[in-house]
């Protein structure tokens, strides 16, 4: 068990102010990592921040961080390496979701979801590489964790675009740690597949697969994921969490360009 432990290590985890990005954070923490919360949401990201325990409890920082723009990922980056000790694992989880039937999808929407989901998860693999690898600003190579979506696994209505998106953080994945790999950088990548959990992100989806007509009531698109779930029940944010931790720790070192679905059997 002692191979879970992140002792010594630093993690900046995007979209860390809310939802699985905060549950993220926190279970990084406790297991020992030093974190830093990195998001568009200055408030309530710092809070987070200041919440969490761990052994480094009080040693965990925010910095505020725009995943589109490649500016922000460099003074993210070069704050975790001179302000929090280094980088040594990194989850890409900063995404948005916007419902929509694919013949009433709006361009602008398209273009928003390829540019957070898309754009800024290309980003974050191009600067965490950049900074773990051996001449990087950290330098000690380390574990990328993407967070893709059960959505990339399975056919399901009303996010068409979203899902494509989700894929793409797949094939960035794979891609990315074959390249780490031939070029020494000494850092894993891999992402995970979540399936539906009820954060601000999971119940909206819900709603909206009512409002567009696919179901009956946001109780009825909840029931038919869970109908479509061996496991029986929404995931939980502890169930990607862990997960998380899993991949960031040594117990998964040889362990790397996998998607790895925390779905409860849902996903093909
Ligand atoms: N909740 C689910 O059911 C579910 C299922 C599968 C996958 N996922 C994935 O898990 C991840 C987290 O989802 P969630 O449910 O916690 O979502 P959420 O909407 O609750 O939280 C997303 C966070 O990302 C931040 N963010 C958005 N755009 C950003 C940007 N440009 N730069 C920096 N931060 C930004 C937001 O401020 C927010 O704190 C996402 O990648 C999502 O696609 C969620």
Known sequence: MTQYHLNG???????GAQGLGEGMAHALAEAGARVVVADLQGELGA???ESLGGPQAGNHGFVQLDVTDEASWQNAVVAAAD???GLDVLVNNADVEISSLITEVDPKDIRTMLEVNFLGTALGIKHG??????DGVAGKGGSIINISSVAATIAFPGISIYSATKSAV??????ASMEAGKLGYGVRVNCIYPGLVPTAMGAGLASDMAELGLFGSPEEAVGAVIDLTPSG???EVADMADAVVFLASDASRFVNGVGLPVDGGMGM
Do not use: E, I
């Open 9 to 15: 290590r630093t993690a900046l985890v995007t979209g």
């Open 47 to 49: 809070k987070v921040a």
């Open 83 to 85: 302000d929090f000790g």
């Open 129 to 134: 590489l950049r900074a773990m690898r051996p």
């Open 170 to 175: 797949d094939r960035l994945t794979r891609v």
């Open 233 to 235: 029940r929404l995931g």
